[in-house]
């Protein structure tokens, strides 16, 4: 017999059904909850809330685990390579030999830009951080690609994604451009996609430019981590826009834009930010500790937490140790590697931290890589974005392609006034 569990309101009794995920796991479906008590649920901030059902990545919180359609991420850093896991992520299954040529080929083809957008950059500001800059250019892109403007029309989902991947790399690299005052380089199309970024970043006109293999192996690397993480922010985000049946483009800008907050993505450049702040101040990690903890300083060890692992974040792991080999084989010596690995100890040794279940998240390391590469801390968050937009098109994707979706639309518990009338202006106190 199928489970159920019963709740009962106002006198009236439910049984609602339980719904078992593929891992286990059991979610009440209260769906039909306000039709038959007129009562709704309250979670704010969705903490004990499923918006939908997703077949593409498994995550447990307490266990540390993290799957993309089934495979450990583990093994997806070790063996696959960035573009591989986006196949994997948007159409669920690792592409066959003709498959990956084919997805590969195509994003060769796809990255350069319209021409005319490259005058838009002349709009910004130097100054212009590159966020607000991508999620700009990402709308943009609606306006040169009318056709992908119906979200329904599959026929042409395909060349979107992959216009979409391919061009986001070319907009992330000409933002930095601008902001140093160098030329915009072209994507290249004998180099794969890590490479072909490293070099739109880092070439220049006047010389030859080949990426060192080290770095666009860690690069890769960084990409798969951040490729998908189920209903975060940005991907809820994602959701919600696009269940309005907005266009990719609209909706991934939408994404990029809630990436940008510090409490999400935004977080792996206030991490490097905090480490030079401790540098410039001279405070041991004791001393930034003891200001962590006390909750009238309103400061945080920004790259700690996370609202679903309770437990070490598997991604985390597999950075500090990437962190470690890439700076020995680069022969960076990097201090804020030593001051985030001295306060990492000390946090995990302090009962606020560990009461709370409090560890390194994605964030806290991947910056030190960031920087070992050369990438500018105000492009750390674009480079997030980078890696997750995989994930982002696959659950757009999954929502467009389930004949059961609908609009996006929360409900309320209303606390304003009751019933209250139009007062004339002569008449107002
Ligand atoms: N430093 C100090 N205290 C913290 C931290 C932190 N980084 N994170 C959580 N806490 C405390 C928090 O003050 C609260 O304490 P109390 O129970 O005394 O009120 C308790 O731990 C529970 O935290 P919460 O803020 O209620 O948890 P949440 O699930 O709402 O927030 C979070 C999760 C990630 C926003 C939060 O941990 C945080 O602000 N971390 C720092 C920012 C960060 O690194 N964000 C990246 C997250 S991972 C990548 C991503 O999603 O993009």
Redesign the pocket.
């Known amino acids: 017999m199928a489970e159920t569990a019963r709740l009962s309101v106002n006198g009236v009794d439910l049984d609602l059904p339980i719904i078992t995920g593929s891992e286990g796991e059991k979610a009440i479906d209260v769906a039909s909850l306000r039709a038959k008590t007129g009562a709704v649920t309250l979670d704010p ?1 969705f903490m004990n809330t499923a918006s939908t059902s997703s077949a593409i990545t498994f995550l447990d919180g307490e266990k540390g685990i993290l799957r993309y359609r089934g495979i450990p991420i583990e093994e997806l850093g070790e063996h696959s390579t960035f573009i591989e896991t986006a196949y994997l992520l948007i159409y669920g299954h690792l592409p066959n030999p003709t498959e990956k040529q084919k997805f590969e080929f195509a994003l060769t083809r796809h990255s350069m830009i319209h021409e005319d957008m490259k005058r838009f950059f002349d709009g910004f500001p130097m100054t212009a951080h590159p966020m607000a800059i991508l999620s700009a250019m990402v709308t943009s892109l609606s306006s040169f690609y009318p056709y992908a403007l119906d979200a329904k029309a599959d026929e042409y989902r395909d060349i979107t994604i992959i216009r979409l991947i391919a061009k986001l790399a070319t907009l992330a690299a000409f933002s930095y451009k601008k902001s140093i005052g160098h030329p915009f380089m072209y994507p290249r199309n004998n180099l794969d996609y890590c490479a072909n970024f490293m070099h739109m970043m880092f070439a220049v006109p006047a010389e030859d430019y080949v990426a060192d293999p080290v770095a666009v192996k860690a690069l890769n690397l960084l990409l798969i981590l951040h490729a998908d993480h189920e209903q ?1 922010c940005s991907t809820s985000t994602v959701r919600i826009v696009g269940s309005a049946q907005t266009n990719l483009f609209a909706s991934i800008s939408a994404g990029i834009c809630a990436l940008w907050g510090p ?3 935004g ?1 792996n450049q206030e991490v490097v930010e905090m480490l030079t702040d401790i540098k410039v101040k001279g405070l041991t990690a004791k001393q930034f500790i003891d200001q ?1 903890k006390d909750k009238k300083s309103g400061v ?8 679903v692992y309770k437990n070490f974040d598997p991604r985390a792991k597999i950075i500090k140790k990437a962190c470690d080999d890439l700076l020995i084989k680069l022969g960076i010596k990097d201090p804020m590697l030593d001051m985030a690995k001295e306060l990492e100890e000390a946090a995990l040794s302090d009962p606020y931290f560990i009461e ?1 279940k ?1 560890y390194p ?3 806290f390391y991947s910056g030190i890589i960031y920087r070992a590469l050369g990438i500018p801390t105000q492009m750390f968050t674009v480079m997030f974005a980078l890696g997750r937009l995989p994930g982002w098109i696959a659950h757009w994707k999954e929502m467009m392609e389930d004949a059961s979706t609908k609009i996006g639309r929360p409900r309320q518990v209303y606390t304003g006034p009751t019933l209250n009338h139009y007062v004339p202006l002569d008449k107002r106190a």
Not at 300 to 307: C, D, P, Q, V, Y
């Open positions: 901030a975060n409490l999400h993505g977080a962590v945080k060890l920004m790259g700690f937490g996370h609202r709370r409090l998240n994605v964030d």
